[in-house]
């Protein structure tokens, strides 16, 4: 990989919003009160200066660790020894189903083992012109003369247009309006933490869903199974996302999903692969936005890999620093900043006993900024992810999870936000408002209130 640095020292780095971790005097009413505002202000203090703590909250034993030690024991040589939250379950499962993402055991392993090879880099190529387009009607609608605009809600746009169109690219029979209204109307409730949610509970017990939630899943339900049934009927099912998940098989009993697994499956793309991507765009341009210097070097080096045009899939494999600038971004603003699991029996942390039942937080916010394993934390620097500097542990960049149960869409993640940035930064300059930025953890790390920003054609 080609080293591209900017080059600069600590002190004329951008140091941009942060939260405030939690006092550690804070009482339980306060916590619960932070939780349901801002999850992300429960993280207490000393998790940015140790890596592992733990203590009773609303009578479990909870664990929380900020350590890539600690993360790797979870996530990869433990596994199998963690279940999702229930708090997570019980917001995910009534939309997702039995989605990879939830699914555990031998449902996991079977659907993981078959979707895998869907991501596979020569398989995601063929997205490139789809993402260029995309990248098309973001410049159209930026371009603003220099007036604000709402960024967060505009990329939103732009991340669904790709993902829909990635896993439905043909429209027969699909109203493609119909289908982001119903959406909208489920990413909202999955990201709506009710008081009753907090309250410990068997994970036997339903969820309520409202009945206008009930109707928008049965609108993305029908349109789903619709499309499947439309593919199975012909002898080509297509390339696209849904035509890959139809074909696939597992290696070693040629098995392919069942149309449930399916269905489940591209809610869970749309989900994860839509809102995630979108938010992760919207720090990187409120980043670059507030340091100039960087914002030009993405600039020239579209010039020498693209020139006034549009990248092709080589291409955009040589958007090194476009790529940096997003990964940097992913660090400062993971778009899961922390993530639950609850242990499904006695097991350990990095040599630590855990007992059945106890939940440990993994708080990869306090994690990719702290100050045993980064310099200078808190600063925008695109140069820690040279080949030079870049950290040697995967346990130090979570963005995209890890271990076993890692992001399958990290790839196309980082293909489309390195190729929107830089082909929107081609054209257009990008200038902060100075109003306040206030991170706020609500399903995803995203900026409270939206993310104005202005944009006008630069100087040739």
Sequence with gaps: MQTVSLGRPAEALFEPAHVQPMDADAGWRQRIELLRANPLATLPDRLFRETYHSGPFMGRQVHYVSGPEEVRSILHENFMSWGKSPLIMRMLKPIL?????????????????????????RRLDRFVPLMVEAAELAIAQLDHDGKPIEIHALLNEVTFFIIERALFSTSSGLDRGALREAFEILLAEIGNVRFSDLIPAPQWVPRLMAPRVRRALGVFRRAAEDQINRRRAVADPCTDLLGLLLSVRDEDTGEGLSDTDIRDTLITFVAAGHETTAVALTWAFYLVANDPACQAGVRAEAETVFGAGAPDADQAGQLHLARQVVEEALRLYPPAPMLGRRALEDTQIAGRKVRKGDMVL?????????????????????????????????????????????????????????????????????????????????????????MPLRFERHAA
């Design 362 to 450: 993994l708080a990869f916010y306090a994690l990719h900024r702290h100050p045993e394993f980064w310099d200078h934390p808190d600063r925008f620097d695109p140069d820690r992810w040279n080949p030079d500097r870049r950290p040697n542990n995967r346990y130090l960049s979570m963005a995209f999870g890890g271990g076993p149960r890692a992001c399958v869409g990290a790839q196309f993640a980082m293909m489309e936000t390195s190729i929107i940035l830089s082909m929107v930064l081609s054209r257009l300059t990008v200038m902060p408002t100075h109003g306040k930025v206030e991170p706020v953890m609500q399903v995803t790390l995203r900026p409270k209130g939206g």
């Design 97 to 121: 189903g039995d989605a990879v993402f939830v699914a555990h055991g031998d449902s996991w392993k079977r659907q993981r083992k078959t979707v895998q090879p869907t991501f596979l880099k």
